[in-house]
């Protein structure tokens, strides 16, 4: 196996389902910790410049409100809505994915079982490196999330975490940007 470290120019991130009504279903990852993550990463999207997708489930109460942490580092994103249980089954979002033209995906979200899962199958599918930054991800249930993870590591999707993005990304600590980017994942393990 080779590897090479995250390069923020490669990179896209799908933030998926991360919105009030849903994000409180994830039962693997504590509440708190997994909207720190979300955090981070947006942050770590921001310095870096990473394109970010955001894609939401229909909310039962109207227009489904994403989680404030993303719109608190990015602003105010377009949203894609979509209606299946996999982001590039939904032709607007899958587009969004694929036109930055990066080769790999991150992907964030609930329910790590359906719409990080499927979303993550299918960007394997469609050739991209695809990695599951699972502390900003949670699951319906510990089995059920185990069962998942396994499957997309049967299918070389990566697992990964914040503190391994961040090291990544941050590179030279001596830099401006590695600098800042450990300056987020403390901010985020100390919260």
């Not at 310095?47 to 970010?52: G, Y």
């Amino acid at each position: 196996m080779s590897y090479s470290p995250l390069n923020p120019d490669n990179i896209v991130i799908l933030f998926a389902d991360l919105q009030a009504g849903i994000i409180e279903l994830g039962s693997t990852n504590e509440l708190s910790r997994q909207r720190r993550a979300v955090s981070a990463l947006a942050k770590l999207a921001r310095l870096f410049d990473i394109p970010t997708i955001i894609t939401t489930a229909p909310a039962p109460d109207g227009a489904p409100r994403v989680t404030p942490e993303i719109a608190a580092a990015l602003g105010d994103l377009p949203q894609y809505m979509r209606t299946t249980t996999d982001a590039f089954l939904h032709a607007a979002t899958r587009d969004a994915i694929l036109k930055p033209g990066r080769s790999t995906l991150l992907i964030a979200g609930v329910a790590t079982e359906i719409i990080v899962q499927h979303s993550a199958l299918s960007g394997a599918a469609h050739g991209l490196r695809v990695q599951v930054v699972i502390d900003a991800c949670s699951g319906l249930s510990p089995r059920t999330e185990d069962a998942a993870l396994r499957r997309l590591t049967q299918a070389g999707v990566v697992t990964t975490s914040l503190p391994s993005i961040a090291g990544q990304l941050a590179g030279d600590f001596t830099q401006t940007k590695g600098s800042q980017a450990l300056g987020i994942l403390y901010e985020m393990v100390s919260g």
